[in-house]
C-alpha cells in the first residue's frame, strides 16, 4: 500500500472544505433566498434561525452591504482555513447598515441565540475594492410628520441615503438622473404610487431601479415608511 506523506494529506485536508462549499443560496435555500440578481447587484435575504449552526459555505466576493432587519443577538462564523478562525458578530439593531469590503473565505455559522437574525447581503457586483469599502450607518430620529431624505455615505461609486415617507405626505424614492439605484423597504406597509391602488410592502423588499425612474408614493400607514436608496454612480 502506497502510504500519502503528511504534508500532502495536510494539504488535501486544508482545500476539502473549500471544494465542498458553495453558493448557500443553493446549498442552504432555508437560510439563504435569491432576492433579486442583475449586472449591478445581487440581492440575498439571509435568516439564521435562533440556534441555527451552518455547514461550511462560500462568503461573498464582491463590496458589501448588509441591512440588518431586525435585533439580533451576536452571530459566530467559524473560518475555514484562516489564520483568524472564529469571528463574533456583534448584536444587530434593525434598520442598521454595515458596508464590508470584498473578502473570499469560506466559513460555518452559528446562532447561539433564542433570536433569529435576518438581514439583506447586497453584493455590488461593478463596486472596485481600491480602497476598500467600509462603513456603519445607523437609523436616525426624524421629525414627526415630515419626509425625510438623508444621505449617510458617499463616495466616488456610491451613495446611501435613509428616506422616511410621512403619512399621506406625497414623497419621492426616484433614482436620480445618472444613478441606477437600489430601494429597500426598512419597515412594512401600504404604499400608493399616484393613480394606482395601494400596495403591500414586505420588510427588506427590493426595487431596482433605472436612472431617472420616478417613485412618487403616499405612504397609507400611521406611521412613517422607511427606505434606503442605494444608489450607483455614473452607471446606466
Same mark, same amino acid.
Given at each position: 500500500?502506497?502510504?500519502?506523506?503528511?504534508?500532502?494529506?495536510?494539504?488535501?485536508? +486544508?482545500?476539502?472544505?473549500?471544494?465542498?462549499?458553495?453558493?448557500?443560496v443553493?446549498?442552504?435555500?432555508?437560510?439563504?433566498?435569491l432576492?433579486l440578481? @442583475?449586472?449591478w447587484?445581487?440581492?440575498?435575504?439571509?435568516?439564521?434561525a435562533?440556534?441555527a449552526?451552518l455547514?461550511a459555505?462560500?462568503?461573498?466576493?464582491?463590496?458589501?452591504?448588509y441591512?440588518?432587519?431586525?435585533d439580533?443577538?451576536?452571530?459566530?462564523?467559524?473560518?475555514i482555513?484562516?489564520?483568524?478562525?472564529?469571528?463574533g458578530r456583534?448584536?444587530?439593531?434593525?434598520?442598521?447598515?454595515?458596508?464590508?469590503?470584498?473578502?473570499?473565505?469560506?466559513h460555518?455559522?452559528?446562532?447561539p441565540?433564542?433570536?433569529?437574525?435576518?438581514f439583506l447581503?447586497?453584493?455590488?457586483?461593478?463596486?472596485?475594492d481600491?480602497?476598500?469599502?467600509?462603513g456603519?450607518?445607523?437609523?436616525?430620529?426624524?421629525p414627526?410628520?415630515?419626509?425625510?431624505?438623508?444621505?449617510q455615505?458617499? @463616495?466616488?461609486?456610491l451613495?446611501v441615503a435613509?428616506?422616511a415617507?410621512?403619512?399621506?405626505?406625497? +414623497?419621492d424614492?426616484?433614482a436620480g438622473?445618472?444613478?441606477?439605484?437600489?430601494?429597500?423597504a426598512?419597515?412594512p406597509g401600504h404604499?400608493?404610487?399616484?393613480g394606482?391602488?395601494a400596495t403591500?410592502l414586505a420588510?427588506?423588499?427590493?426595487?431596482?431601479?433605472?436612472?431617472?425612474?420616478k417613485?412618487?408614493v403616499? @405612504?397609507?400607514e400611521?406611521?412613517p415608511?422607511?427606505?434606503?436608496?442605494?444608489?450607483?454612480?455614473?452607471?446606466?
Amino acid at each position: 500500500m502506497r502510504l500519502v506523506p503528511p504534508s500532502l494529506a495536510l494539504t488535501v485536508l +486544508c482545500l476539502s472544505p473549500a471544494v465542498r462549499a458553495q453558493d448557500p443560496v443553493k446549498t442552504l435555500p432555508d437560510s439563504y433566498r435569491l432576492d433579486l440578481d @442583475n449586472d449591478w447587484v445581487r440581492v440575498v435575504h439571509v435568516r439564521y434561525a435562533a440556534h441555527a449552526k451552518l455547514p461550511a459555505h462560500d462568503h461573498p466576493t464582491a463590496p458589501t452591504a448588509y441591512v440588518y432587519l431586525n435585533d439580533a443577538g451576536p452571530v459566530l462564523f467559524k473560518h475555514i482555513g484562516l489564520s483568524y478562525g472564529v469571528i463574533g458578530r456583534p448584536a444587530t439593531v434593525a434598520g442598521a447598515v454595515r458596508l464590508a469590503r470584498a473578502v473570499k473565505e469560506i466559513h460555518e455559522v452559528e446562532n447561539p441565540g433564542d433570536t433569529p437574525s435576518e438581514f439583506l447581503r447586497v453584493e455590488m457586483k461593478r463596486m472596485p475594492d481600491d480602497p476598500p469599502l467600509r462603513g456603519r450607518l445607523y437609523p436616525e430620529a426624524h421629525p414627526a410628520g415630515e419626509n425625510v431624505a438623508k444621505v449617510q455615505f458617499e @463616495n466616488d461609486q456610491l451613495r446611501v441615503a435613509r428616506r422616511a415617507c410621512a403619512p399621506e405626505i406625497p +414623497c419621492d424614492l426616484s433614482a436620480g438622473a445618472d444613478t441606477p439605484a437600489l430601494l429597500v423597504a426598512l419597515t412594512p406597509g401600504h404604499v400608493q404610487a399616484e393613480g394606482s391602488d395601494a400596495t403591500a410592502l414586505a420588510l427588506g423588499q427590493s426595487q431596482w431601479l433605472r436612472p431617472g425612474e420616478k417613485r412618487l408614493v403616499r @405612504n397609507k400607514e400611521a406611521s412613517p415608511a422607511e427606505f434606503l436608496l442605494f444608489e450607483f454612480k455614473g452607471g446606466r
